[in-house]
């Protein structure tokens, strides 16, 4: 057990049977009333993000999940590929259970899935991917990095609004996060 006071983004959690992973709090203190802990959860079953709420000093229960480094190999329909770089054993995820991080994974990419009690519920990704840029209007001379922008399609078909000097095969860095633009690699 862990309480709420303690947490820290990242962690992952279980309440009431669900599996969330913090990723944002914020203690409260009101000058009226308890002090209390505001965070954004998101499942790691579905994806789904919730606002929950909890008294300071909560104990919730601290979930132990196993990340193993693997390889994304290839798509087969809607099931993808991920090898174990140690064991060289293969694993099938389906398309819903990876939607989100999809649009960030090239192949031959080292990533880590999540698992929890042999249960596997998704993949991590690094807090920024290099990708190229497949499609995009072209940089007219005298465009500045301070002003304007558009958008660039990239390998993996994620769409990113960048700077207008950027062109069709510059490799970019991009935060996973929040799907954007960083900067050029």
Do not use: C, W
């Not at 965070?39 to 789904?48: A, C, D, F, I, T």
């Not at 229960?61 to 991920?82: C, R, T």
């Not at 990239?154 to 960083?182: A, H, Q, R």
């Amino acid at each position: 057990m862990i309480s709420v006071n303690d947490f820290k983004t990242g962690l992952t959690i279980l309440v009431d049977g669900v599996l969330y992973r913090v990723l944002d709090f914020q203690h409260v203190k009101p000058g009226k009333g308890a002090a209390f802990v505001r965070s954004k959860l998101r499942n790691l079953r579905n994806g789904s993000v919730n606002e929950k709420t909890f008294r300071a000093g909560e104990k919730v229960e601290k979930a132990q999940i196993d990340n193993k480094k693997m390889q994304y190999l290839y798509a087969s329909g809607d099931q993808h590929v991920f090898m174990d770089t140690d064991s060289y054993e293969q694993l099938e995820l389906g398309e819903k259970q990876i939607e989100y991080e999809l649009k960030f994974l090239r192949e031959n990419m080292e990533i880590h899935v999540i698992q929890y009690q042999g249960e596997t519920l998704g993949v991590e990704l690094p807090k920024s991917v290099e990708l190229e840029v497949t499609e995009t209007e072209p940089g007219i001379k005298g465009d500045t990095s301070g002003g304007g922008s558009k958008t660039a399609k990239l390998e993996t078909g994620l769409v990113v609004t960048v700077p207008l000097f950027i062109n069709v095969g510059d490799k970019l860095i991009i935060n996973t996060d929040e799907g954007s633009y960083v900067s050029r690699a």
